[in-house]
């Protein structure tokens, strides 16, 4: 049909829109990265106009682009859930979620046997973000993302805020804390560097001496290190709800932290009704 454009150029397309990168395009497709540009070249002829802006580091869509891509992102997206119903092979559907491993191992991993049970022909792939701020970046359907209020289209999804946290057996060891001034003198533990600690006792008029206490490079490792008694961390206690209601980790102060700083939920440009179920999800496991 002459009114539709090679389908054949299509896949190349979208991948660069969605990645804004011919590389990148490309390592996904596992295809070259100039074939994806002939790929694009093509389909600018034939349409009869620019898709991209070519940038000395990467492409941005033009106007035009961006349209067009909409409608591919949207056109694909219904393709796999057709052929997800009608093929005759049982395989499961997926829906894949980029998510901090802290987020996974501290909130989502006790969560998710109840979607597992409620939905038991989806199946979710957790991968690990390297810091996109967008699904897409990292071919997902969702992302959990740590921070202020991102530039794009996010929900609140959890609150960051972060507050002195100890295992009940360094309490019982070194305690009681009476205030902030108590803790000046206990074994401070920090999450990659002893910035945040120097500012929440700044709040309270102190500056934290230098000390020989472990900074960790990763929240999985230290809250580890909290959890085995060996000292005071700043712990977004969002995360540990269940660790605090056992009674296993006490939270010092109820003066936070990071107070300005969420876990928010994003969803990528075109959602499969399944990845909306999963988001929807996720919304329900947080209480109103």
């Known amino acids: ?23 990148r395009a490309a390592k996904a497709l596992g295809i070259t990265s100039t074939a994806v ?14 898709l991209f802006i070519r940038k000395a580091r990467g492409v941005q869509l033009t106007r035009q682009g961006q349209e067009f891509a909409s409608s591919c992102h949207i056109a694909i997206r219904e393709i796999k859930d057709a052929a997800a119903r009608v093929s005759p092979q049982k395989t499961k559907r997926k829906v894949s979620l980029a998510c901090q491993p802290s987020v ?22 957790i991968v690990y973000p390297f810091g996109a701020t967008t699904p897409e ?4 359907d969702l992302l959990i993302r740590h921070g202020k209020t991102p530039e794009q289209s996010a ?15 360094y309490l019982q060891k070194a305690g009681p804390f009476a205030g902030p001034d108590a803790l ?8 990659e560097t002893e910035d945040a600690w120097r500012s929440w006792f700044r709040k309270h008029g102190l500056e934290l001496s230098g000390d020989s206490a472990p ?46 700083k969420h876990y928010w939920l994003i969803g990528a440009h075109t959602l499969s009704s399944d990845a909306e179920l999963l988001r929807q999800w996720l919304r329900d496991q947080v209480p109103a």
């Open 155 to 169: 929900e609140k999804l959890l609150s960051a805020a972060t507050r002195p946290t100890c295992a009940k057996s």
């Open 215 to 260: 900074v960790f490079g990763d929240f999985n490792l230290l809250i580890s290190s909290i959890q085995a008694g060996h000292g005071i961390g700043l712990c977004p206690t969002s995360l540990i709800e269940s660790d605090i209601a056992t009674g296993n980790l006490v939270v010092l102060s109820e003066d936070a932290a990071d107070t300005d």
């Open 104 to 125: 996974v191992s501290l909130w989502l991993t006790n969560r998710l046997p109840d979607f597992m049970e409620r939905y038991p022909e989806i199946q979710v792939s």
């Open 184 to 191: 000046m003198g206990a074994r401070l533990l920090h999450d």
């Open 1 to 23: 049909m002459k009114d539709i454009p090679p389908l054949s150029h299509i896949p190349a397309f979208e991948a660069a829109a969605r990645f804004e990168s011919f590389v």
């Open 137 to 140: 970046e990292v071919g997902a």
């Open 37 to 50: 540009s002939q790929h694009v070249r093509a389909l600018e002829d034939w349409l009869g106009t620019s």
